[in-house]
């Protein structure tokens, strides 16, 4: 299986700070990372797809960057509604496989 | 616009087995050339997949609980189902339903999910 590790597992910041979020792979997943929004008691929201692509809906102050091993989501002007936990998925390889979470708190 | 939606007993017996369906409304499972996909969340933890079918029926299973799980589609009924034996406290969770899209060839991504049943394996 390919482990996907993310740092930090917390932080906090204030609103219109820049935060950055980083998933690194096992192995090579070339661009085949996605990366969800989860805000508790709800279900997962995708946010960015194929490493870079915006979903459909979400602000466009989220971006993601990446390729190989190596991933960032980043948030320009963090917002109010942006606390939550935040998870990359490589979608290279079944099983598909998780980082353990990034929790996101505004100060 | 599509919407799913989990259901089935929220307490199970150890070593009974789980059964939980996903009714997927506005869209049609048999027309489409989807996986739908299982995955859990145990409490204050991460997500874990569990599996994923395609519109055909054929499955795809986290080798973690392979020789426990069973997927399975019912085109007719629109929708699909997870089966999960022999459980015990550990697979006490949160069980999620998603559908999975796809983007330029082979970039696949869960677009759409289900609100999320609590299952909780306790006798």
């Known amino acids: 299986d390919i482990q996907m590790t993310q740092s930090p597992s917390s932080l906090s910041a204030s609103v219109g700070d820049r935060v950055t979020i980083t998933c690194r792979a096992s192995?090579?997943?070339?661009?085949?990372l996605n990366w969800y929004q989860q805000k508790p008691g709800k279900a997962p929201n995708l946010l960015i797809y194929a490493a870079s692509s915006l979903q459909t809906g979400v602000p466009s102050r989220f971006s993601g960057s990446g390729s190989g091993t190596d991933f960032t989501l980043t948030i320009s002007s963090l917002q109010p509604e942006d606390f939550g936990s935040y998870y990359c998925?490589?979608?290279?390889?079944?099983?598909?496989?998780f980082g353990q979470g990034t929790r996101v708190q505004i100060k | 616009q599509v919407q799913l939606q989990e259901s089935g007993p929220g307490l199970v017996k150890p070593s009974q087995t789980l059964s939980l369906t996903c009714s997927v409304s506005?869209?049609?499972?048999?027309?489409?050339?989807?996986?739908w996909s299982w995955i859990r969340q145990p409490a204050g933890k991460g997500l874990e997949w569990i599996g994923r079918i395609y519109t055909s029926g054929s499955t795809n299973y986290n080798p973690s609980l392979k020789s426990r799980v069973t997927i399975s589609v019912d085109t007719s009924k629109n929708l699909f189902s997870l089966k999960l034996s022999s459980v015990t406290a550990a697979d006490t969770a949160v069980y999620y339903c998603?559908?999975?899209?796809?983007?330029?060839?082979?970039?696949?991504?869960?677009?759409?999910w289900g609100k999320g049943t609590t299952v909780t394996v306790s006798s």
């Open positions: 192995q090579s997943i070339f661009t085949y």
């Open positions: 998603a559908r999975v899209d796809t983007a330029m060839i082979n970039y696949y991504y869960m677009d759409v």
């Open positions: 506005g869209y049609s499972i048999s027309t489409s050339s989807h996986y």
């Open positions: 998925q490589q979608s290279y390889s079944t099983p598909r496989t």
